[in-house]
């Protein structure tokens, strides 16, 4: 057991340096300085929706406020058969905002991906800009996007960082220093050429980009990973054309979830997806991060039943050193407040949380808005 964790923790601390080492080399881009102009790249947010009479007022204030001429970006919102008062809160703001459009799924359609497709085939933006209906945006987000993009036109596909909306939680101020982790996973396994995860509340591409990879085609009937999946694609076309925007100035805030249960469903939601991957990296890395926290339930239970001490809070210790400099790297990033009492809680409680939800997001069901899905 002991000759296990060593090892596994080795392949750790390789996996710690190579993430830390490639998100530094990250260029900072889309700095929202370029002064726009009406000749230059449109924009199109879309904002696929179910049932958010709660927040979709918050998320189009927060994009009507962005410092952009309205010629130069359009907002599409596509309702996904709502059974709220979504569609009658968008009407009013579409009433006193002409480049604001509300579009409703047909009869037949449902999902997040038909409500996207729908959206692009409705865009008359070169540049399609996704984020969710329970979202807030910086001011200055679009036009970090529209820099980024008119100053590499190579750019096939951009992202950037989402955290929870909090007003002093501490509970949500831990699920950000987890949000925050994954956020630069995904950008410096991007920025090593191994595109693994992004979040489908703030990310763009070029419409001929989806177009020309057949949007969702291959994974249409899998509910969630519209931003994962077409990710990979992208990135197969396209070896060099995906970015990430190193910038807190567009970092989108989401509503954290209202319950325990919420969260659950959440976190099975995002985790069912890693099962439809095919890339071997897809695989290895979710397995090395269960066997390192795996390994560190073990050496929990071995220090209370076996004379191992030594051993047991050697790895322990050497993992919470590797555990820190990934918390304290992503949480300067995101914004996110990092104390050691929130360090010592989540290295006690993350490794049972991290295979409670290996083992729960690859069976029984979750609800996402509503709709019941089986994993």
Same mark, same amino acid.
């Given at each position: 057991?002991?000759?296990?964790?060593?090892?596994?923790?080795?392949?750790?601390?390789?996996?710690?340096?190579?993430?830390?080492?490639?998100?530094?080399?990250?260029?900072?881009?889309? /700095?929202?300085?370029?002064?726009?102009?009406?000749?230059?790249?449109?924009?199109?947010?879309?904002?696929?929706?179910?049932?958010?009479?709660?927040?979709?007022?918050?998320? /189009?204030?927060?994009?009507?406020?962005?410092?952009?001429?309205?010629?130069?970006?359009?907002?599409?919102?596509?309702?996904?058969?709502?059974?709220?008062?979504?569609?009658?809160?968008?009407?009013?703001?579409?009433?006193?905002?002409?480049?604001?459009?509300?579009?409703?799924?047909?009869?037949?359609?449902?999902?997040?991906?038909?409500?996207?497709?729908?959206?692009?085939?409705?865009?008359?933006?070169?540049?399609?800009?996704?984020?969710?209906?329970?979202?807030?945006?910086?001011? /200055?987000?679009?036009?970090?996007?529209?820099?980024?993009?008119?100053?590499?036109?190579?750019?096939?596909?951009?992202?950037?960082?989402?955290?929870?909306?909090?007003?002093?939680?501490?509970?949500?101020?831990?699920?950000?220093?987890?949000?925050?982790?994954?956020?630069?996973?995904?950008?410096?396994?991007?920025?090593?050429?191994?595109?693994?995860?992004?979040?489908?509340?703030?990310?763009?591409?070029?419409?001929?980009?989806?177009?020309?990879?057949?949007?969702?085609?291959?994974?249409?009937?899998?509910?969630?990973?519209?931003?994962?999946?077409?990710?990979?694609?992208?990135?197969?076309?396209?070896?060099?054309?995906?970015?990430?925007?190193?910038?807190?100035?567009?970092?989108?805030?989401?509503?954290?979830?209202?319950?325990?249960?919420?969260?659950?469903?959440?976190?099975?939601?995002?985790?069912?997806?890693?099962?439809?991957?095919?890339?071997?990296?897809?695989?290895?890395?979710?397995?090395?991060?269960?066997?390192?926290?795996?390994?560190?339930?073990?050496?929990?239970?071995?220090?209370?039943?076996?004379?191992?001490?030594?051993?047991?809070?050697?790895?322990?210790?050497?993992?919470?050193?590797?555990?820190?400099?990934?918390?304290?790297?992503?949480?300067?990033?995101?914004?996110?407040?990092?104390?050691?009492?929130?360090?010592?809680?989540?290295?006690?409680?993350?490794?049972?949380?991290?295979?409670?939800?290996?083992?729960?997001?690859?069976?029984?069901?979750?609800?996402?808005?509503?709709?019941?899905?089986?994993?």
């Amino acid at each position: 057991m002991i000759i296990i964790g060593a090892g596994v923790l080795i392949l750790f601390m390789i996996f710690t340096f190579w993430i830390l080492t490639s998100w530094v080399s990250i260029k900072t881009i889309g /700095l929202g300085n370029i002064k726009t102009e009406t000749n230059e790249l449109m924009i199109s947010v879309l904002i696929p929706v179910r049932n958010e009479g709660l927040n979709i007022e918050s998320t /189009l204030e927060s994009i009507l406020k962005n410092k952009m001429s309205s010629t130069l970006y359009e907002v599409i919102v596509i309702d996904d058969h709502s059974d709220d008062n979504t569609r009658d809160l968008v009407e009013l703001i579409v009433r006193k905002f002409p480049h604001v459009q509300l579009i409703a799924l047909k009869d037949g359609l449902s999902g997040k991906k038909k409500a996207i497709e729908t959206g692009v085939s409705k865009a008359k933006g070169e540049i399609i800009l996704c984020t969710d209906g329970d979202c807030k945006v910086p001011e /200055l987000w679009l036009q970090s996007y529209h820099e980024a993009y008119l100053k590499d036109a190579n750019f096939k596909l951009i992202f950037g960082g989402v955290k929870y909306e909090n007003h002093g939680n501490y509970l949500i101020n831990l699920l950000n220093v987890e949000l925050s982790i994954l956020v630069m996973i995904g950008a410096a396994t991007m920025n090593r050429g191994i595109p693994t995860m992004i979040n489908g509340a703030n990310f763009s591409y070029k419409k001929e980009t989806f177009l020309y990879v057949n949007g969702y085609k291959g994974n249409e009937n899998i509910p969630s990973g519209d931003d994962e999946f077409l990710l990979r694609k992208v990135k197969t076309q396209y070896s060099s054309g995906i970015g990430f925007l190193k910038n807190t100035k567009s970092i989108v805030e989401t509503v954290p979830p209202k319950s325990i249960i919420e969260l659950i469903d959440q976190r099975r939601r995002w985790g069912s997806k890693w099962k439809h991957h095919h890339e071997a990296y897809s695989k290895l890395i979710p397995i090395l991060i269960f066997s390192i926290n795996a390994s560190a339930i073990g050496a929990f239970i071995q220090l209370l039943t076996t004379s191992n001490v030594v051993e047991c809070f050697t790895f322990l210790g050497f993992k919470g050193i590797l555990d820190f400099l990934f918390m304290r790297t992503a949480t300067n990033f995101i914004g996110v407040k990092s104390s050691l009492l929130s360090f010592f809680l989540l290295e006690i409680i993350y490794p049972f949380y991290v295979v409670f939800f290996a083992f729960a997001s690859n069976f029984g069901r979750y609800s996402w808005k509503g709709r019941v899905y089986e994993n």
